[in-house]
């Protein structure tokens, strides 16, 4: 079915430490996945995303980690801020060949960096 | 370049009502899509939009209802609002090519709707 899964609901890290989320997801067939951050009061917003032909893929501060063998993602955060709190959503795009999109969302994890 | 905007930002109805939500996708974008999110169910994806044409539904009754435009903006409607329909709607936009490419998705700030 179509599902993608956190395994944990709520994470807090010291400020200046690394972070590491994670993601399950049940559709073996999907090939791009997305990780996006979602503040109080506002729309998810885009952090980094991987296809499928990868296993891995750094952005600043950020990496996702792409393992289809057990079908997990991860999202790790180096040197976390103040401003990484926050919920934090691994989307699965669902594209069909006539290029209809559709994004199936984990539940999220909320991020808080302690001081 | 400016992101995906959405009005109303919140909105009051009681049940019964009816609600029209707008989104106006970043320029250039010909595709948007709508989700539903509320803390039981999280982020649903509800349609998805492409030149005037809806080519992606999700799983939501009749009564949630959408089109768009042909400069792309997008309104969404839901007829007959029950309680269970409040929620945060979020609008994303992509630039939506013909063909089954993956596609960031950008998403605006959303329309908080609360149903009394």
């Known amino acids: 079915g179509e599902s993608v899964g956190l395994h944990l609901p709520t994470l807090s890290v010291q400020e200046g430490d690394n972070s590491i989320i994670n993601c399950a997801y049940s559709?073996?067939?999907?090939?791009?996945f997305i990780w996006y951050k979602q503040e109080s009061g506002k729309g998810p917003q885009f952090i980094i995303d991987?296809?499928?032909?990868?296993d891995k893929r750094q952005g600043q501060r950020v990496t996702v980690l792409l393992n289809k063998t057990v079908k997990h993602l991860s999202l790790q955060i180096a040197a976390t801020q103040p401003g990484d709190s926050a919920v934090y959503f691994c989307?699965?795009?669902?594209?069909?060949?006539?290029?209809?999109?559709?994004?199936?969302f984990g539940q999220g994890t909320r991020l808080t960096i302690n001081p | 370049k400016a992101g995906v905007t959405q009005t109303p930002r919140y909105l009051i109805k009681t049940r019964g009502q009816q609600v029209t939500l707008s989104c106006s996708p970043i320029?250039?974008?010909?595709?948007v899509s709508w989700y539903q999110q509320t803390p039981g169910q999280g982020l649903q994806f509800l349609f998805e939009?492409?030149?005037?044409?809806?080519?992606n539904k999700g799983n939501f009754p009749g009564r949630f209802s959408g089109r768009q435009f042909s400069n792309s903006r997008s309104e969404m409607n839901v007829s007959t609002l029950e309680l269970g329909d409040s929620a945060l709607y979020l609008c994303?936009?992509?630039?939506?090519?013909?063909?089954?490419?993956?596609?960031?998705?950008?998403f605006g700030p959303g329309t908080r709707l609360l149903v009394l």
């Open positions: 991987i296809r499928s032909n990868m």
């Open positions: 320029s250039g974008h010909r595709s």
């Open positions: 994303a936009s992509s630039k939506g090519w013909a063909s089954g490419n993956q596609e960031t998705q950008y």
């Open positions: 939009y492409f030149s005037e044409t809806q080519r």
């Open positions: 559709n073996s067939a999907s090939d791009y």
């Open positions: 989307a699965e795009n669902y594209s069909t060949i006539q290029g209809a999109q559709k994004l199936v």
